[in-house]
């Protein structure tokens, strides 16, 4: 019984890590850092690269650990049934809870890098992020000068072709679909969802929040993830034996 997993910001809150569009999300209390998210303002605007410089340095991501729905996932893995874990998350706690990178599909890239705007150069982040420390409150590319930020997809990129081709085959090649702590409104990767469905899987949503999945869904859990998900892995672990 392969299953699929995507993830996003909901699996990662009990790590201390804020969501975006939830109740207390990051964008809900602060609309314009949603807008400053966009590829476009990063690249015109010196402010809007300081304060995601800032940012970086103060996340909370850096201090997170990974949580008892992480784990969970890690036990689906190992239980054989985990035919691929697509995440919208740029935290590396799946990796960090045990996940094996090869499983892992990262739609949006990852925060533990950064990368220049103009030559490709990636780099560390934790270099970068000490140079911000020590006072480049908007650091260039070591190699040309150009323009750094988080190796990470901003509104206003398209999601790496390959990274996405291999979602969408996670997606067509499962029999059962879960999507985690996402709000599945952001495209393409909520469409991940239709496409596991037209192939013939079934749906599960967890997630604190209704979806517009949700009247799609063979079943929705708007329970506490960190204690939903256990219990569902459990489930399917056992269903499977």
């Not at 035919?83 to 996940?99: C, M, P």
Request: proline share 8%.
């Amino acid at each position: 019984m392969p299953v699929s997993v995507l993830t996003g910001a909901g699996i990662s809150t009990d790590s201390g890590i804020p969501d975006f569009r939830g109740p207390q999300g990051v964008w809900t209390k602060n609309p314009q850092a949603e807008a400053n998210a966009t590829i476009d303002r990063y690249v015109a605007d010196p402010g809007v690269r300081r304060s995601a410089w800032r940012a970086r340095l103060d996340s909370p991501a850096w201090s997170a650990h990974p949580n008892a729905a992480h784990l969970a996932l890690v036990d689906l893995e190992r239980a054989g049934l985990l035919r691929a874990l697509i995440t919208q998350n740029i935290d590396e706690l799946h990796q960090r809870a045990g996940s094996a990178p090869g499983k892992v599909i990262e739609l949006h890239g990852t925060m533990h890098r950064a990368e220049c705007l103009s030559c490709d150069l990636i780099t560390p982040m934790d270099e970068v992020l000490a140079r911000v420390a020590a006072g480049e409150d908007d650091p260039p590319c070591p190699r040309c000068g150009g323009i750094q930020k988080s190796n990470t997809i901003s509104f206003g990129q398209s999601l790496k072709p390959e990274v996405l081709d291999a979602a969408r085959r996670a997606a067509q090649s499962c029999r059962v679909f879960v999507a985690v702590g996402t709000s599945l409104t952001v495209h393409p990767a909520a469409g991940l969802c239709g496409e596991a469905l037209d192939a013939g899987a079934s749906l599960v949503i967890v997630n604190a929040e209704p979806t517009p999945y949700d009247p799609f869904a063979d079943r929705v859990i708007n329970e506490p993830i960190g204690q939903a998900l256990p219990t569902l892995v459990k489930e399917l672990i056992d269903a499977a034996r």
